[in-house]
């Protein structure tokens, strides 16, 4: 008889989930989105409305996900929550997409994004483009090997990028505070603003690049198998770390408004950079580089932290290889799943290159809102399939607050998909997700119809 793979070790404490849900939602997005948001809103006042707004939508998705984190405190949880709400079929598509397109697409511009800006904050010039490419699949390597050598070693670069990310944007709000009154008014011409919108209008353009900033937090639910007291620590962990990300948001935009003015978060390419560079000048641009490189380091941590777990779940349900479900017995990590989404993701950036991945990912990311809408109202959906199943946690407003939320999450696709440059990427995202399926049908589709749906012989 075959012996028995390890589990996964149950070692990550809420701090370290919360670290986790922190770390997924804050990347480099922060430091650039505003700018995009406050060209749309039109004004600064509307502009600080979008992200109030995306934060009380995020506040409804964190007590959506903190009752579904609780369903399936196992690894992969939300891998479990679409195959059990919509068929075998969603989840195998979801996660061989995410593997090959999504996530492995995220951790090679991450790590470029990372290796650029740390190249500007300490030699004030990017590195030549091959360097800047094997620095990138270095640090790839480096970040798979930390997460191979245990899940504590994963947690503890968590951990400390969560902090510094943190620390960063409280102190650009300081800075603001700080700030002379005139400061914004230096720097106002810097901007163009385009065509105002009607208010309506611009708030809903808005909302779809606040919202995929706000998201992330999802994540969590791939690690629940590695949680301690799952049941508690993991909607903990959302709450708790979705609260701390909208009131941080809040306080940076706020202080970008502050110091640059709105027509000069408009028109701004490297806005946190220049917020802080309006007191500090060069030596703040520099800083704010450093910055950004440790929270692209964070967010690559958490793909490759995370991720994984995807592969494994679907490994141990038997429709991945099952060498992926494998758990190394001294380090309990799953080795061949790191492995193969950072292998997968490392064969891309070298033949896709950054502008080819950078297409790819912006298809791939806006079905996979579809997948994080579908989760959102999964708890609707299990409701009626399953109306005894075992719910640890009841979060309030139940059935209106995820359904709210969900909604909230289709607006975002559907404003995405009119965007024309979203729209275009987005077809080589439906031909991935197509082939999936196509993969799927016909791999397992005999093996997963029901035993008794042959006719009934009464």
């Not at 503890?156 to 620390?167: C, F, G, P, S, Y």
């Not at 779940?313 to 017995?329: E, K, M, Y």
């Not at 399953?386 to 946690?393: D, F, L, S, Y």
């Not at 607006?411 to 979203?422: C, F, K, R, S």
């Amino acid at each position: 008889m075959a012996e028995e793979a390890p589990p996964l070790r149950r070692e990550l404490s809420a701090f370290d989930a919360t670290a986790v849900v922190i770390g997924a939602i804050v990347g480099v997005g922060i430091f650039f989105t505003p700018s995009r948001v406050a060209a749309l809103a039109g004004d600064g006042g509307l502009a600080l409305l979008t992200w109030g707004i995306g934060g009380v939508i995020a506040l409804l998705g964190a007590l959506t996900f903190a009752e579904l984190g609780a369903m399936v405190p196992r690894a992969g949880g939300q891998y479990e929550l679409l195959r059990d709400a919509y068929g075998p079929a969603t989840g195998f598509v979801y996660v061989v997409c995410n593997a090959t397109a999504t996530q492995a697409g995220s951790i090679g511009v991450i790590a470029l994004v990372c290796v650029d800006n740390l190249a500007v904050a300490l030699t004030g010039a990017v590195l030549d483009p091959w360097l800047t490419l094997g620095c990138a699949i270095g640090l790839t390597i480096g970040i798979a090997l930390a997460n191979v050598a245990g899940v504590r070693w994963g947690a503890r670069i968590q951990n400390l990028t969560v902090v510094a990310k943190l620390a960063t944007l409280v102190a650009v709000g300081m800075v603001a505070l700080l700030a002379e009154p005139e400061a914004p008014a230096a720097v106002a011409a810097a901007g163009e603003i385009g065509p105002r919108l009607h208010p309506v209008a611009a708030l809903a353009a808005a909302l779809v690049p606040t919202l995929f900033t706000f998201g992330g937090w999802q994540q969590v639910l791939w690690i629940g198998g590695e949680v301690r007291s799952p049941e508690r620590n993991l909607p903990l962990s959302i709450l708790v770390g979705v609260g701390i990300v909208v009131v941080v948001y809040l306080l940076a935009c706020w202080a970008y408004l502050a110091l640059l003015g709105h027509a000069g978060v408009a028109g701004s390419e490297t806005l946190a950079a220049d917020a802080v560079a309006a007191v500090f000048g060069g030596p703040g641009r520099r800083v704010v580089g450093v910055a950004v490189a440790v929270s692209a380091l964070g967010i690559l941590n958490t793909q490759l932290l995370t991720g994984p777990r995807l592969l494994y779940a679907l490994a141990l349900d038997g429709r991945l290889w099952r060498v992926l479900g494998r758990v190394h017995a001294g380090r309990g990590t799953p080795v061949p799943a790191i492995a193969v989404l950072a292998g997968v993701s490392i064969v891309l950036l070298l033949a896709a290159g950054k502008d080819g991945v950078d297409r790819l990912l912006t298809g791939v990311v806006l079905v996979d809102a579809v997948f994080f809408a579908l989760t959102g109202v999964a708890s609707l959906v299990l409701a009626r399939r399953q109306p005894h199943a075992a719910r640890p946690v009841r979060m309030p407003g139940f059935p209106w607050v995820p359904a709210l939320f969900g909604l909230a999450e289709v607006g975002v696709v559907v404003g995405a998909w009119l965007d024309p440059e979203v729209r275009g990427a987005a077809a080589i995202g439906a031909v991935w997700i197509a082939a999936v399926l196509v993969l799927y049908l016909v791999r397992f589709r005999r093996r997963d119809e029901p035993a008794d749906s042959s006719p009934s012989s009464d």
